[in-house]
C-alpha cells in the first residue's frame, strides 16, 4: 500500500511539473533562449553604463538595446510577454539568473587573468631590458603566480648621481596584504664599503608606507655599491593581488623612521 501511495505521488508531482511546463506559451522564450539574451542584456547594459560618451541620450540606449532583440531574432514585445510570464514563474526566473550571473562572474575571472598575465610579461620583459640600477616604481605580485619581487644594484657611479645626501631612505607602500593570512615578505639592503658590508632587513607584515634609513658615508668609508631587493616567498601561489608602489630612493637628512626596526647586521670585508 506504501509503494503505491508513494508511486502515485511521484506521478502527481511530475504530472504537475509536466503541465507547468506545457502550460508556457508559444510566444514566451524558454528557458535556454532567455538565458542567452539575459546573458547578452546585462552586458549591454554594462557597455552602456560605462561609456557615457557613446550612450549619451535615451535614443542610442534604445537603439543598442534594439540591436541585440534583432541578434536573438526576437522583439520587444515577445520579451515583455517573456518577462512577465517569468514574473509569474519566479522560480524559473531566478535559476536562469543565476546562471547567467555564474556566466559572468567565469567571464570576469578569465578576462583579469588574461590582463594580469599580460601585464606580468610586460613586466618582466621591462625588467630584464634594464639595467642592473632600475628600480620599479610600481611592482605587482599579479594573479599568475609568475612575479615573487626583484632586485636591483648601483655602482660606485650610479651612487653618485642618484643620492647627493649623506643620509638616504629605500621607500615604498604595500597595499593587497591580509592580516589572516601573512606570508614571507621581506625587504633588504646591502651597503657595501671599501672595508665593511651592512646588511638591512625588514619584514612586511602590513599594509603601510616602509623605509630602510643608510648612509653614504661611514667613519673612514664610503659606500662603494648598494644592493637591495623585496621578495615574497610564495610558491603555491596563494597570496595574489600584492602591490608595491611608490618605490624609490630618496635623499634625506636627519630623518627619523618611524616603522618597525630592522634586523641590522655588519661584516668586516676581509
Not at 522583439?75 to 510570464?85: G, P
Request: hydrophobic fraction near 35%; glycine fraction near 2%.
Amino acid at each position: 500500500m506504501k509503494h503505491r501511495v508513494f508511486a502515485y505521488v511521484f506521478f502527481l508531482v511530475a504530472s504537475t511539473m509536466l503541465i507547468s511546463f506545457c502550460s508556457r506559451p508559444k510566444e514566451v522564450l524558454s528557458k535556454k533562449e532567455m538565458e542567452k539574451l539575459l546573458y547578452d542584456i546585462y552586458i549591454a547594459e554594462a557597455l552602456i553604463e560605462s561609456d557615457y560618451a557613446t550612450f549619451d541620450t535615451p535614443e542610442k540606449k534604445e537603439a543598442f538595446i534594439q540591436q541585440v532583440f534583432r541578434k536573438h531574432g526576437i522583439t520587444e514585445a515577445q520579451w515583455d510577454t517573456s518577462l512577465s510570464w517569468y514574473a509569474d514563474h519566479i522560480d524559473i526566473y531566478l535559476k536562469i539568473n543565476d546562471s547567467v550571473k555564474a556566466r559572468i562572474l567565469r567571464q570576469q575571472k578569465n578576462i583579469e587573468q588574461q590582463i594580469a598575465q599580460q601585464h606580468s610579461h610586460e613586466q618582466e620583459i621591462k625588467r630584464k631590458t634594464q639595467s642592473p640600477s632600475y628600480i620599479p616604481q610600481l611592482y605587482v605580485f599579479d594573479f599568475m603566480g609568475t612575479g615573487t619581487g626583484f632586485s636591483f644594484r648601483l655602482d660606485t657611479a650610479e651612487i653618485s648621481k642618484q643620492i647627493n645626501q649623506n643620509n638616504f631612505d629605500f621607500r615604498f607602500d604595500v597595499i593587497g596584504l591580509s592580516q589572516q593570512n601573512l606570508p614571507r615578505f621581506t625587504s633588504m639592503l646591502i651597503l657595501e664599503y671599501g672595508d665593511t658590508t651592512i646588511y638591512k632587513t625588514q619584514s612586511i607584515a602590513a599594509n603601510q608606507t616602509y623605509s630602510i634609513t643608510a648612509s653614504k658615508y661611514i667613519p673612514n668609508d664610503t659606500l662603494r655599491q648598494l644592493s637591495g631587493f623585496i621578495h615574497l616567498q610564495d610558491r603555491i601561489n596563494l597570496f595574489k593581488g600584492i602591490q608595491l608602489y611608490n618605490i624609490h630612493l630618496e635623499n634625506k637628512d636627519n630623518f627619523q623612521q618611524t616603522n618597525k626596526p630592522l634586523s641590522h647586521q655588519e661584516s668586516k670585508k676581509q
